[in-house]
């Protein structure tokens, strides 16, 4: 069982930089697939990027350029830096875990466990 709690989501302004973090538990960390997603009411949880156990990232072409997303297999950790953020980057961000060496995936289904989600809310 893997566990992953995610920090750092906050109201922010328009054009504003913020961080959010994935702590995970687990002693093969460095072995998983992570990925963060987002979701607004009403809609599918939708892909933002995410980084494989072998450092390849990949992004939504709505994020490219403006996020990144690194980890630290030292801290179990993954971050998701966002910058240049905008009022349709609002959602609930959540971080997901892939285990056991698999390629990372843009879709829900690819991953094992998540998060509980972090509020993001940019203010226009």
């Known amino acids: 069982q893997v566990q992953l709690v995610e920090s750092g989501g906050r109201l922010v302004q328009a054009g504003d930089s913020l961080r959010l973090s994935c702590a995970a538990s687990g002693r093969t960390f460095s072995s998983y697939g992570m990925g963060w997603f987002r979701q607004v009411p009403g809609k599918e949880r939708q892909f933002v990027a995410a980084?494989?156990?072998?450092?390849?990232?990949y992004y939504a072409d709505s994020v490219k350029g403006r996020f990144t997303i690194s980890r630290d297999n030292a801290k179990n950790t993954v971050y998701l830096q966002m910058n240049s953020l905008r009022p349709e980057d609002t959602a609930v961000y959540y971080c997901?875990?892939?285990?056991?060496?698999?390629?990372?995936?843009?879709?829900?289904?690819?991953?094992?466990?998540w998060g509980q989600g972090t509020q993001v809310t940019v203010s226009s």
């Open positions: 997901a875990a892939a285990v056991g060496y698999r390629l990372v995936s843009i879709q829900t289904t690819g991953y094992d466990y």
């Open positions: 980084i494989s156990w072998h450092d390849n990232t």
